[in-house]
């Protein structure tokens, strides 16, 4: 038993200790309600149906092209930003008002079609050119096409950030069993399980999809059997895109906040949550993506507060970067996933 | 009929490119400096070399006949079409609640001050000659065309660094009666123009005879190669420092920052350059470095002196135990992720790194760190009495350091470890099994890197003072990696350039300091795609890269007299 080997099971060990002692240390404490506990698990979801959205664009672009395309985060900023606009304008003419799902509507059409136009755009731009070169520059080239798009969004329309219209809905909660659940997260979460379903419909239920399928399996056979890789690419990046899209007006929704640089660590969380669930996977990204909201949202409450962490939520990010490493190390082709990851090196 | 459709796609091209300039509000502030003051902008000049490149690359590949000089021109003249089109919807519409750089400025400048349909017109009709001027000087003999080039990039750089080289010229009675003639106020006098243009043609052809005279006589022995590396080094080193005393102490400044980085730059390049680790967890390291130094040496509540028994520590007693420290947590983020590969790797450490940020500042780790406020009063070093204080002092300090971890750097590039380090880069299964020990390789490479980087960090802790956790972003590590890509991954020469164009450069252009990210990924994609081996490669590097370019015709007959 080397010194890895020991440093590795003390790594173990220590987040095992933390997760344990700290859920005991709260139960015990007992500082907080079932109210509480439930706004935790119900922000949870919303966030993990976020997240699960922006991981499927991460992994389905991983399947196919095996690159971390490190800009999908920003991709979801950029239809953020599309739907700030639209939003905003159905909020003065007072359209959010009187029919808020035609207005919420059509912030997503414009958003999805910024986004996926976006994505698109840097698939035949950047990562096109780099499809067989082996080694770092598609994932240098991923990097640059982040800077590239954060910077000309914050050029454009500028540094200061920017919020998204109330939704002004009185009451603000459903009410279910005394217990109050925000109308927008059950919006949220509805509309994502909707576009998750289609997306998993067109994976497994049309040509296209199949055809995905197949590239991401093995791409010379599949081009041999007469795919058109190219239009299979292009397809994968305009559904991640269009997914990252909505994810982002709805994450826009949520938090109220659109900023230039707000798709870049939720990007990085959304990844680990796609590896988590077995990357090139796609039911295994929905699960990790809402696996990963749950664990943030309740676990500075029930892990950091437990082990008498002051200000808990400041390390809400350590949460999803340890699982994010633990993950890597550990058990990298994820929950569901096959042992693509090992391949890759 | 394809050349017809290949120029309107590259007019369209490179006019979306000026539209992206215009739109996130580079080229109104581009528009504020001026190169020829009162007629020549460096805006202007944006667009100019915009129009020339369009003629130029739709005459590349065209044979030299009256339709490609008609191609090259109507390239120019649809590169102008985006903007004209801008110009005429902001004309009509006010976008300026949605796109804030759409200012009244750029309208003046895309429409030359004209009324709409002539300004316009006047645009599209000066892209299509420019159009046709890229194209006649693409076909011009070499010697002319780099003359020009020569003469052109003299002006423009004393134009574009003015500021500094007028600072630089008033300190001196006979150079200030040189800059009157040549500047006045922001910029060059025509007069100054032309001169500096003509200085730049005489030094083209210079050095144009030189290279030949040179490669006639033949490159000599290999005592006489290193003779004259080590003549260049040392002139390099006289100049880098006889020229902050001269330039000022922002200079000084700059380049102490350029040394920092340069620091970080060796780190990382033993990490990713030798060994192929792609580390973007590299700011951590940094961190350590500096939060270890300003515990023992701060004057303030958290130093360790104020609550243990420990002693408050000089500069110079706390460096070698923050460089300790950073190897010490290089090799501990280097355990957990000995079996981690490729991209993942990248993103472990980039989580790793992350972590270290967000405990940096909170408030958790707060009675020993210092969380967001930071640890202020980092007393400067000192020799004897003589207290380092300025700049140019610290200058030298990081020149020093740089100096020695650059000889550790060569002499670990070319040692044993380095070949490991090689090997383990180009494949890590055959690494291992030709007997490399792959955790000692690896464990090394982190903390010897670390290292570098806690040096780093000792030296920025000093030079600033204070330190707050917001210094400490993931950007650092990723402006670090830049410049080892831009530079040469795996020089060392390479990590100097690397240095001086990404870091130094944005410094010096403070304005444009915002944009600098922008630069930054378009340069990353873009010189992935046009040089991926770096401004200053090993040549091992650019052998592996362009080993297809090299390959040798093979022809029949040899291959038959091979067989006989």
Same mark, same amino acid.
């Given at each position: 038993?080397?010194?890895?080997?020991?440093?590795?099971w003390?790594?173990?060990?220590?987040?095992?200790?933390?997760?344990?002692?700290?859920?005991?240390?709260?139960?015990?404490?007992?500082?907080?309600?079932?109210?509480?506990?439930?706004?935790f698990?119900?922000?949870g979801?919303?966030?993990?149906?976020?997240?699960?959205?922006?991981a499927?664009?991460?992994?389905?672009?991983y399947?196919?092209?095996?690159?971390?395309?490190?800009?999908?985060?920003?991709?979801?900023?950029?239809?953020?930003?599309?739907?700030?606009?639209?939003?905003?304008?159905?909020?003065?003419?007072?359209?959010?008002?009187?029919?808020?799902?035609?207005?919420?509507?059509?912030?997503?059409?414009?958003?999805?079609?910024?986004?996926?136009?976006?994505?698109?755009?840097?698939?035949?731009?950047?990562?096109r050119?780099?499809?067989?070169?082996?080694?770092?520059?598609?994932?240098?080239?991923?990097?640059?096409?982040?800077?590239?798009?954060?910077?000309?969004?914050?050029?454009?329309?500028?540094?200061?950030?920017?919020?998204?219209?109330?939704?002004?809905?009185t009451?603000?909660?459903?009410v279910?069993?005394?217990y109050?659940?925000?109308?927008?997260?059950?919006?949220v979460?509805?509309?994502?399980?909707?576009?998750?379903?289609?997306?998993?419909?067109?994976?497994?239920?049309?040509?296209?999809?199949?055809?995905?399928?197949?590239?991401?399996?093995?791409?010379?056979?599949?081009?041999?059997?007469?795919?058109?890789?190219?239009?299979?690419?292009?397809?994968?990046?305009?559904?991640?895109?269009?997914?990252?899209?909505?994810?982002?007006?709805?994450?826009a929704?949520?938090?109220?906040?659109?900023?230039?640089?707000?798709?870049?660590?939720?990007?990085?969380?959304?990844?680990?949550?796609?590896?988590?669930?077995?990357i090139?996977?796609?039911?295994?990204?929905?699960?990790?993506?809402?696996?990963?909201?749950?664990?943030?949202?309740?676990g500075?409450?029930?892990?950091?507060?437990?082990?008498?962490?002051?200000?808990?939520?400041?390390?809400?990010?350590?949460?999803?970067?340890?699982?994010?490493?633990?993950?890597?190390?550990?058990?990298?082709?994820?929950?569901?996933?096959?042992?693509?990851?090992?391949q890759r090196? | 009929?394809?050349? %017809?459709?290949?120029?309107?796609?590259?007019g369209?091209?490179?006019?979306?490119v000026?539209?992206?300039?215009?739109?996130?509000?580079?080229?109104?502030?581009?528009?504020?400096?001026?190169?020829?003051?009162?007629t020549?902008?460096?805006?202007?000049g944006?667009?100019?070399?915009?129009?020339?490149?369009?003629?130029?690359?739709?005459?590349?590949?065209?044979?030299?006949?009256?339709?490609?000089?008609?191609?090259?021109?109507?390239?120019?003249?649809?590169?102008?079409?985006?903007?004209?089109?801008?110009?005429?919807?902001?004309?009509?519409?006010?976008?300026?609640?949605?796109? /804030?750089?759409?200012s009244?400025?750029?309208?003046?400048?895309?429409?030359?001050?004209?009324?709409?349909?002539i300004?316009?017109?006047?645009?599209?009709?000066?892209?299509?000659?420019?159009?046709?001027?890229?194209?006649?000087?693409?076909?011009?003999?070499?010697?002319?065309?780099?003359?020009?080039?020569?003469?052109?990039?003299?002006?423009?750089?004393a134009?574009v660094?003015?500021e500094?080289?007028?600072?630089?010229?008033?300190?001196?009675?006979?150079?200030?009666?040189?800059?009157?003639?040549?500047?006045?106020?922001?910029?060059?006098t025509?007069?100054?123009?032309?001169?500096?243009?003509?200085?730049?043609?005489?030094?083209?052809?210079?050095?144009?005879?030189?290279?030949?005279?040179?490669a006639a006589?033949?490159?000599?022995?290999?005592?006489?190669?290193?003779?004259?590396?080590?003549?260049?080094?040392? /002139?390099?080193?006289?100049?880098?420092?006889?020229?902050?005393?001269?330039?000022?102490?922002?200079?000084?400044?700059?380049?102490?920052?350029?040394?920092?980085?340069?620091?970080?730059?060796?780190?990382?390049?033993?990490?990713?350059?030798?060994?192929?680790?792609?580390?973007?967890?590299?700011?951590?390291?940094?961190?350590?470095?500096?939060?270890?130094?300003?515990?023992?040496?701060a004057?303030?509540?958290?130093?360790?002196?104020?609550?243990?028994?420990?002693?408050?520590?000089? /500069?110079?007693?706390?460096?070698?135990?923050?460089?300790?420290?950073?190897?010490?947590?290089?090799?501990?983020?280097?355990?957990?992720?000995?079996?981690?590969?490729?991209?993942?790797?990248?993103?472990?450490?980039?989580?790793?790194?992350?972590i270290?940020?967000?405990?940096?500042?909170s408030?958790?780790?707060?009675p020993?760190?210092?969380?967001?406020?930071?640890?202020?009063?980092?007393?400067?070093?000192?020799?004897g009495g003589?207290?380092?204080?300025?700049?140019?002092?610290?200058?030298?300090?990081?020149?020093?350091?740089?100096?020695?971890?650059?000889?550790?750097?060569w002499?670990?590039?070319?040692?044993?470890?380095?070949?490991?380090?090689?090997?383990?880069?180009?494949d890590?299964?055959v690494?291992?099994?030709?007997?490399?020990?792959?955790?000692?390789?690896?464990?090394?490479?982190?903390?010897?890197?670390?290292?570098?980087?806690?040096?780093?960090?000792?030296?920025?802790a000093?030079?600033?003072?204070?330190?707050?956790?917001s210094?400490?972003?993931?950007?650092?590590? /990723?402006?670090?990696?830049a410049?080892?890509?831009?530079?040469?991954?795996?020089? %060392?020469?390479?990590?100097?350039?690397?240095?001086?164009?990404?870091?130094?450069l944005?410094?010096?252009?403070?304005?444009?300091?915002?944009?600098?990210?922008?630069?930054?990924?378009?340069?990353?994609?873009i010189?992935?795609?046009?040089?991926?081996?770096g401004?200053?490669?090993?040549?091992?590097?650019?052998?592996?890269?362009h080993?297809d370019?090299?390959?040798?015709?093979?022809d029949?007959?040899?291959?038959?007299?091979?067989a006989?």
């Amino acid at each position: 038993m080397n010194f890895v080997d020991i440093a590795l099971w003390a790594m173990r060990f220590t987040v095992l200790a933390v997760v344990l002692g700290g859920t005991i240390g709260t139960l015990i404490r007992s500082r907080y309600g079932i109210t509480e506990w439930l706004d935790f698990l119900v922000f949870g979801v919303t966030l993990g149906s976020i997240y699960a959205q922006v991981a499927l664009g991460y992994t389905m672009v991983y399947g196919v092209l095996r690159l971390i395309n490190f800009a999908h985060g920003d991709i979801m900023m950029t239809g953020a930003f599309a739907g700030y606009f639209v939003a905003t304008a159905t909020d003065h003419s007072g359209l959010l008002a009187s029919d808020p799902f035609l207005a919420i509507g059509l912030t997503l059409l414009v958003s999805v079609a910024v986004s996926t136009t976006i994505a698109v755009l840097t698939e035949r731009l950047a990562y096109r050119p780099f499809r067989h070169v082996r080694g770092l520059a598609p994932l240098i080239c991923a990097i640059g096409v982040s800077f590239f798009l954060e910077q000309t969004f914050r050029g454009m329309f500028g540094s200061s950030i920017k919020a998204y219209p109330d939704l002004h809905w009185t009451p603000a909660d459903f009410v279910i069993g005394g217990y109050p659940i925000p109308k927008i997260d059950v919006l949220v979460v509805a509309c994502a399980i909707i576009s998750m379903a289609v997306l998993y419909a067109i994976v497994h239920h049309t040509r296209m999809g199949t055809a995905m399928r197949a590239v991401a399996e093995d791409t010379d056979t599949a081009a041999l059997m007469g795919i058109d890789v190219n239009r299979v690419v292009v397809f994968t990046f305009a559904l991640g895109g269009a997914m990252a899209g909505i994810a982002g007006v709805f994450y826009a929704f949520v938090f109220k906040q659109v900023y230039f640089y707000m798709g870049f660590t939720p990007g990085i969380k959304a990844f680990g949550a796609a590896v988590l669930g077995g990357i090139g996977n796609v039911p295994g990204a929905m699960i990790g993506g809402f696996f990963l909201g749950i664990v943030e949202s309740v676990g500075p409450a029930l892990f950091f507060d437990g082990i008498g962490i002051t200000a808990p939520y400041q390390l809400r990010d350590v949460i999803a970067f340890t699982l994010l490493i633990m993950v890597l190390i550990f058990r990298p082709h994820g929950l569901l996933g096959e042992r693509l990851a090992k391949q890759r090196a | 009929m394809t050349h %017809l459709r290949s120029s309107l796609f590259l007019g369209f091209a490179f006019g979306i490119v000026a539209l992206h300039l215009a739109v996130v509000g580079l080229l109104p502030m581009l528009n504020q400096r001026w190169i020829i003051i009162g007629t020549l902008s460096l805006g202007h000049g944006t667009l100019l070399a915009i129009g020339l490149g369009a003629g130029a690359f739709a005459a590349r590949y065209q044979v030299r006949r009256l339709s490609t000089v008609l191609h090259a021109a109507i390239a120019g003249a649809i590169a102008a079409l985006p903007l004209a089109a801008l110009a005429t919807v902001m004309l009509h519409v006010n976008l300026r609640w949605m796109f /804030i750089a759409l200012s009244p400025d750029l309208l003046h400048m895309l429409t030359f001050g004209l009324a709409a349909p002539i300004g316009l017109g006047l645009l599209m009709f000066a892209g299509g000659a420019l159009g046709v001027a890229g194209c006649l000087l693409s076909w011009a003999p070499a010697r002319l065309r780099h003359a020009l080039i020569w003469g052109c990039t003299a002006f423009v750089i004393a134009g574009v660094f003015q500021e500094l080289i007028q600072i630089m010229m008033q300190a001196n009675d006979w150079t200030a009666t040189i800059q009157d003639v040549l500047y006045t106020w922001e910029g060059l006098t025509p007069q100054g123009a032309a001169i500096l243009f003509l200085c730049g043609v005489l030094a083209g052809g210079g050095s144009g005879l030189l290279r030949t005279r040179t490669a006639a006589r033949g490159n000599g022995s290999p005592q006489a190669v290193r003779r004259r590396r080590s003549t260049n080094m040392a /002139i390099v080193l006289a100049v880098l420092i006889v020229f902050p005393l001269v330039a000022g102490s922002y200079i000084g400044q700059v380049m102490m920052l350029v040394g920092l980085y340069i620091l970080m730059g060796m780190g990382l390049n033993l990490e990713v350059g030798l060994a192929g680790l792609l580390d973007l967890g590299f700011v951590a390291f940094f961190a350590v470095g500096a939060y270890t130094t300003a515990i023992l040496t701060a004057d303030s509540a958290h130093a360790l002196a104020s609550y243990t028994v420990l002693p408050s520590l000089t /500069i110079w007693e706390a460096m070698p135990i923050s460089v300790l420290m950073a190897v010490v947590v290089g090799v501990a983020f280097g355990m957990p992720v000995l079996g981690v590969r490729g991209d993942y790797l990248a993103v472990a450490t980039m989580g790793l790194g992350e972590i270290v940020r967000v405990l940096v500042a909170s408030d958790f780790a707060a009675p020993l760190l210092g969380g967001a406020q930071g640890i202020l009063q980092i007393p400067r070093p000192a020799i004897g009495g003589l207290v380092l204080n300025d700049p140019v002092a610290l200058f030298y300090v990081t020149l020093a350091a740089a100096m020695v971890a650059a000889w550790f750097a060569w002499r670990l590039e070319n040692s044993r470890l380095g070949r490991a380090w090689m090997a383990l880069r180009d494949d890590e299964d055959v690494a291992q099994a030709l007997g490399i020990n792959l955790v000692k390789a690896k464990l090394l490479a982190y903390g010897l890197g670390a290292a570098f980087a806690g040096l780093a960090g000792s030296i920025f802790a000093t030079m600033l003072g204070a330190i707050y956790p917001s210094s400490f972003q993931l950007l650092i590590s /990723i402006n670090v990696l830049a410049l080892i890509i831009v530079g040469g991954m795996g020089s %060392l020469p390479g990590v100097v350039v690397g240095a001086a164009v990404l870091i130094g450069l944005p410094e010096l252009l403070r304005e444009f300091g915002e944009y600098r990210y922008l630069f930054y990924g378009a340069a990353l994609v873009i010189m992935m795609r046009i040089r991926p081996e770096g401004l200053w490669p090993s040549p091992t590097r650019r052998r592996e890269l362009h080993a297809d370019d090299a390959l040798p015709e093979t022809d029949g007959e040899s291959i038959a007299m091979a067989a006989d």
